[in-house]
Structure formats: structure tokens, C-alpha cells
């Protein structure tokens, strides 16, 4: 195993990049800045719940367990799953943990030359004769800095970890205007569950976002305190989040990540005919997301809430944005446990936050940021070479950071 492979993060990614390299006879050396495999699955909300159902989120070579019944696993079980996964092919072994990369820089040819190349390496090779990849790896137990030279890297990061999202704020108007306890997300996920509950207990909580993180969080609070200290939730805009992945019986996978449904949309140099076809198909396009968004509307009792929103369910689903609502999360709504407000933009005050356009304050405790991730920016900054920062990152409008900005229609 003559070619060395450094691959930065021990996720699933990584894990599958590392038994991959391993099969073509590659010496992987595997960076993991935590003390476990897992990735996003080692620190998780307590009611985090596995979004995709089972039986498409498991290794094609390694099933699920049987003692896993559930559709929907929670957090606990799918780290679980992964760590058996990592033992059971022996991959733990060329993991480095408690190690964060900390720079990865190309050493041979000049940025100028890169440029110019039209193909990678000169040649279009992974492994390029015309120079190697430093990578600088920072041991967190020691401290020390250790340097690595390696023929080819991949980047397993994610883009769900690591670097908090902020929103910014007017001078004085931020955080730091909040007489109390301003989180991120990932604070609190960090927390093991009894400190979570206790961290809330007693408290009057917003939540600042609509996502995933943000319903799961704001479900754990109301069941820390109930209606004496409802958990308000602030979100900007409105979202098709799924109560399950059978409208109206029907499976969405069928409909969404099928091969047919590959059919009635338009691709990069798809040729007349599959161009013709996704032309046709587009009223069926347009009648799936009518369907689909009839059955969340009825279930979630959406136009109750005045939660029904302005876009499609189409434009949710193709942004890669779609997500689960917790079970009985509306049934908290109705009774008072959380309240849902709307919030074009706000700012901090001394005793709560200010909502756009209002004059009294939404008085609390403690905000917790439920605001995603600087993934982008994780991913960029790990690069040594301006070069390769601009290359990595693509459009900053990009759902997905791609490769030399290459893009998707």
C-alpha cells in the first residue's frame, strides 16, 4: 500500500471513504478532531430522531440490526449502528483521534500553474506526479502540531457541525444587549440529556429557527416546562416540514427518488428528448406537489396555525431543505406549550428579543440559536492556498458548495 490517503473526519463519509481506499489497496490515514466515530451522530438532542427512513440510511454491506424496529431510529441508535459498522470492518484502527487538521496545502506546483492546468495534476490522475498534499494535524490532547505528506485528501467534514451560524446584528442590538444566556444549537446538543433538561427547567425559552434543530429543542423545552414557561419558537418564513413520508398513503420516496421522477426534471446536457420529457412531465411535477403539500396541510393542521407556506413543496424538496416534525409537536402548539411567531428580523434587548415592527419585547431567560451552520466557511478556511479556497467553495447562493462552482438546474 504504497499511496497514502489522508481523510479528514470520521462520519459516515469518512468511514465509507476509509473501507474504499482500504479495498483498492491505500494506506488511509483517517483524522477525527472527537474521541469516537460518529460525526454528527455522537452529540445529538435527546429527541433527535433519524429524518430518513431506515431501510435508505444504512450501509449497503452492513443491515440494520434486527433489534432495531423503529423506521425512524433515534439519535442513540443510529450512533450505535455507525460505531458497529467502523468495528465490524476493522476500520477504528486507522483512525487518529483527538486529531483536527488544521491546514492542507498542495506543495509543488505554483498557484499560476495549478490555474492553468486544464486537467487535474497536468494529467487528469487523482494522484499527480507534480506534487503531494501537506496536511497539518493538531494533536487536542497533547497539544503539538504533527505534519503530514500524503498523495491525495478527502474531506469528510460535513457541513451540519463544527462552525455556528451567528446571525448578525446591529451594533448593541446583538447578544450582547441580552442581560441573560444567549447558545447555539450545538452548545446545547453537547450537553448530555439530564444537564439539557436541567439547563431549561424553569426557564422561558426561544428558539430562533424552523429546522430540524430547532422543532426538536423547542419540544424538549416545552416538556421541561409545560405551559407555566411556554417555549417560543421565532421563525423568519414558514416551511414544508413532512409529519411522515406517506401522503395520503402513498410512499414520497416513490414519487421523489425514483427513477421516474428522475424523468420530469430538467439536467445539464440532458439532450432533446429527455428535455422534451421533463417539459411534458411538468404538470405532473406541479400535481405531486399539490398532493403532497394537501396531505401535510391536513395532517400538521397548517392553515390553522397560519403556518401554510408561501413556496412550493417542490421548491422545499429540490433546496434539499425538507425535515421531520416531531411527533404531536402542532398538539403543543394547541395547548399552549409552544408558541410559534413570526419574525422577519429582531434584535436583543436587555430582557428578551424585539421582533421587527413591534414595540414590546418577548421577555426570556434564555435564547438558544437554532441557526445552522458556517459549513461552508469550515470547509474553506481549511485550505492553505487561495486558490483552492476559491475552488472548494463555489457560489456562495449554491445550495451545495460545488467543486470550481459547477452547477445544477
Not at 424553569?202 to 421541561?224: T, W
Amino acid at each position: 500500500m504504497d499511496r497514502k490517503v489522508a481523510i479528514i473526519g470520521a462520519g459516515i463519509s469518512g468511514l465509507l471513504a476509509c473501507k474504499y481506499t482500504l479495498s483498492k489497496g491505500f494506506y488511509p490515514i483517517v483524522f477525527e478532531s472527537q474521541s469516537t466515530v460518529g460525526g454528527v451522530w455522537t452529540k445529538t438532542v435527546e429527541t433527535t430522531k433519524l429524518q430518513t427512513p431506515k431501510p435508505v440510511y444504512q450501509f449497503s454491506d452492513f443491515p440494520w440490526p434486527e433489534s432495531v424496529s423503529e423506521d425512524f431510529p433515534d439519535g442513540q441508535k443510529v450512533f450505535d449502528y455507525v460505531n458497529e459498522y467502523a468495528k465490524h470492518f476493522d476500520l477504528v484502527k486507522h483512525i487518529k483521534f483527538n486529531t483536527k487538521v488544521v491546514g492542507i496545502e498542495f506543495e509543488g506546483p505554483n498557484d499560476e500553474e495549478i490555474q492553468a492546468w486544464s486537467l487535474w495534476g497536468g494529467n487528469g490522475e487523482p494522484f499527480g506526479s507534480k506534487g503531494k498534499w501537506k496536511v497539518v494535524v493538531e494533536d487536542l490532547v497533547t497539544p503539538s502540531t504533527e505534519i503530514y505528506n500524503v498523495d491525495f485528501v478527502i474531506v469528510c467534514v460535513g457541513r451540519f457541525s463544527g462552525l455556528p451560524n451567528i446571525p448578525e446584528f446591529p451594533p448593541k442590538k446583538g447578544p450582547e444587549a441580552f442581560d441573560s444566556k444567549v447558545i447555539h444549537s450545538m452548545e446545547y446538543a453537547a450537553m448530555d440529556h439530564k444537564q439539557a433538561a436541567e439547563f431549561v427547567k424553569g426557564k422561558r425559552v426561544i428558539v430562533v429557527g424552523f429546522q430540524k434543530s430547532a422543532l426538536d429543542i423547542a419540544m424538549e423545552c416545552s416538556a421541561a416546562n409545560g405551559k407555566e414557561n411556554p417555549c417560543t419558537v421565532l421563525y423568519r418564513r414558514a416551511h414544508w416540514n413532512v409529519p411522515d413520508y406517506l401522503p395520503w398513503g402513498f410512499s414520497l420516496a416513490h414519487m421523489y427518488l425514483s427513477r421516474f421522477s428522475e424523468l420530469m426534471v430538467h439536467k445539464p446536457g440532458e439532450g432533446l428528448l429527455l428535455s422534451l420529457l421533463a417539459t411534458i412531465l411538468a404538470p405532473l411535477r406541479y400535481a405531486y406537489s399539490k398532493f403532497v403539500e394537501s396531505d401535510i396541510k391536513k395532517k400538521l393542521r397548517l392553515e390553522k396555525h397560519g403556518m401554510v407556506p408561501t413556496h412550493s413543496f417542490l421548491k422545499e424538496i429540490s433546496s434539499c431543505l425538507i425535515s421531520t416534525v416531531p411527533e404531536k409537536f402542532y398538539d403543543k402548539v394547541e395547548n399552549g406549550e409552544i408558541k410559534l411567531k413570526k419574525a422577519p428580523s429582531f434584535s436583543f434587548c436587555n430582557n428578551g428579543v424585539l421582533v421587527e415592527g413591534e414595540t414590546s419585547p418577548i421577555e426570556a431567560d434564555l435564547v438558544i440559536l437554532a441557526t445552522g451552520f458556517k459549513g461552508e466557511k469550515m470547509l474553506k478556511h481549511i485550505f492553505m492556498s487561495q486558490t483552492f479556497q476559491d475552488y472548494i467553495t463555489g457560489s456562495p447562493d449554491a445550495a451545495l458548495p460545488l467543486y470550481r462552482s459547477v452547477y445544477l438546474q
